[in-house]
């Protein structure tokens, strides 16, 4: 088998008639959100109702993809499931203001800070589906750098 053909081993996202458009979103590579169409405000997880005036109205809106790390962890028992490395497991808070449970990547766990600036990128899955997981920001005035290598 070549080696930069190696199939995903993380598992794909569990679908619920609440969440399936913020994964089939992330398989397209697109970070998404509801946006209460009343209030205004971001509902995060994805939920059928607004907990903040309790209008079922919403939209689905494309984020920045942007945030920073609040906290993270490497978890190493038990082993995590379909991944070869135990993962780095980071709690980002979005540019628009609320917090989501992600894997970083791309990056040493030693040289994580606090408030690190990160971007969203999507990891494939089986099944042929990705999800959100965030890497250091890369340098916004260096447009023309190269994204990092694959693998
Ligand atoms: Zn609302």
């Known amino acids: 088998m070549n080696e930069t053909a190696k199939e995903p081993t993380q598992l794909a996202p569990i679908l619920t008639l609440e969440s399936k458009f913020f994964w089939d979103a992330a398989t397209k590579e697109q970070f998404v959100c509801e946006k209460c169409s009343d209030c205004g405000q971001f ?9 903040h005036c309790h209008s079922v109205k919403r939209d689905i809106v494309e984020l920045s993809g942007k945030g920073k790390v609040l906290s993270w962890i490497k978890p ?4 995590p ?15 628009e203001g609320f917090r ?4 970083i990547i791309d990056i040493a766990y ?11 990128a999507f990891a494939p899955t089986v099944k042929n589906k990705k999800v959100p997981v965030f890497r250091p920001l890369s340098n916004e005035n260096d447009s023309l750098s190269p994204v990092g290598g694959e693998g």
């Open 76 to 79: 190493v028992h038990p082993k």
């Open 43 to 51: 509902r995060f997880p994805p939920r059928p109702m607004c907990p």
């Open 100 to 103: 989501i449970v992600s894997n």
């Open 81 to 95: 499931i379909g991944f070869d490395e135990p993962p780095t497991v980071g709690v980002i808070e979005t540019d």
């Open 110 to 120: 030693e040289d994580i800070t606090f408030e690190m600036p990160v971007e969203v």
